[in-house]
């Protein structure tokens, strides 16, 4: 299984996120080192179009047999199309494996056993896809939208009232890992084609980080001073 890091350049909610300082060593650094030590990942690939991350990820032990071109680099650009871009550039060289673990930089906080976890779930499943889930922070039962006669629930279920602990369990995808099949990938173009298994995490190895406000509760949880 071959991990591939998706890092670019540019980020207009907070620059520079992907090499920013994040408890000692730089935010992409946590998923390399965290991949390397991954006994199912044979290589960590770092899908990049800037060269001072291609040069930090080098440092720290990823490989970055090439660049990503500037179409895929920008705002616009969907993640499938970058990882279709890294799958055909591997293959040109020979060096693809049939499954691919995505792992975007901005989450941290899973760990080697997550990772582990997952890729057997898929193995033994034999499913396209297995994607890191957590409890949702905000039910869909309990989320209201403005509508022109006021509000209203975001979804309509018929129950005048509700109780947290009668809802159904539900679940949102939380971006730390993607376990796929290069021909799922190629054949549906998602991460979450039909058959895929959740893999459940907890909320504090779930954090995505996308303000200071996230980078500020990573460096706590990895400092010790917030626990699960």
């Known amino acids: 299984m071959i991990a591939l890091i998706t890092a670019r350049g540019g980020s207009k909610g907070l620059p520079g996120k992907n090499i920013r300082p994040l408890a000692g060593k730089p935010l992409l650094a946590w998923s390399i080192e965290t991949a390397r030590q991954s006994p199912s990942v044979e290589r960590v690939i770092v899908s990049t179009d800037d060269a001072e991350i291609a040069r930090l990820a080098q440092a720290f032990g990823a490989e970055t047999p090439f660049l990503r071109p500037p179409e895929l680099a920008g705002d616009q650009s969907t993640h499938i199309e970058v990882v279709l871009h890294a799958i055909d550039s591997l293959e040109k060289n020979g060096q693809l494996s049939d499954r691919i673990l995505l792992l975007q930089p901005t989450c941290p906080l899973r760990t080697v056993a997550d990772i582990e976890a997952a890729a057997a779930l898929q193995k033994n499943k034999g499913c396209p896809a297995v994607v890191g889930v957590c409890e949702a922070q905000s039910h869909p039962y309990l989320v209201w939208k403005e509508s ?81």
């Not at 009668?166 to 290069?182: E, M």
């Not at 979450?192 to 406000?213: A, C």
Request: glycine share 6%.
């Open 148 to 228: 022109s006669a006021g509000l209203i629930p975001f979804i309509e279920h018929g129950i005048k009232y509700l109780r947290r602990q009668d809802l159904p369990k539900a679940y949102q995808i939380n971006g730390a890992l993607y376990v796929n099949s290069v021909a799922s990938l190629r054949e549906t173009r998602t991460f979450v084609p039909p058959g895929t298994e959740p893999y459940m995490m907890p909320q504090l190895r779930s954090v995505d980080i996308d303000t200071m406000k996230d980078f500020s509760l990573a460096e706590a949880i990895l400092s010790g001073v917030v626990h699960e």
